[in-house]
Nanobody
């Protein structure tokens, strides 16, 4: 069983940056693919970024490519999401998730096994 705790959300103006962190405990972190998702009220949970076990492979949804960077530190059991040039449409609750699957980064939230509680990101125009 893996426990995930996100931090780093907040209120920022458009064009600014935030760095989200997700600390894992209770399992072997380096054995999990990790992902970041986001969800607005009334909308489906959306894949934002994913990273392989070693950190050598990443994937992003098109709307954040070139602005967001996912990374992980397996020695600290932590995954990060650096969010630059934030836009009002990035406003959402952001969740990190762990996937016990094989090597391919998956974008469907139903395939992830463990979830954090979420952290709110609000971008004002």
């Amino acid at each position: 069983q893996v426990q995930l705790v996100e931090s780093g959300g907040g209120l920022v103006q458009a064009g600014n940056s935030l760095r989200l962190s997700c600390a894992a405990s209770g399992g072997s972190f380096r054995n999990y693919l990790m992902g970041w998702f986001r969800q607005d009220p009334g909308k489906e949970r959306e894949f934002v970024a994913g990273i392989s076990r070693s950190g050598g492979t990443t994937d992003y949804t098109d709307s954040v490519k070139g602005r967001f960077i996912i990374s992980r530190d397996n020695n600290r059991n932590t995954v990060f999401l650096q969010m630059n040039d934030l836009k009002p449409e990035d406003t959402a609750v952001y969740y990190c998730a762990a996937d016990r699957g094989l090597s391919t980064i998956r974008t469907s939230p139903i395939l992830y096994d463990y979830w954090g509680q979420g952290t709110q990101v609000t971008v004002s125009s």
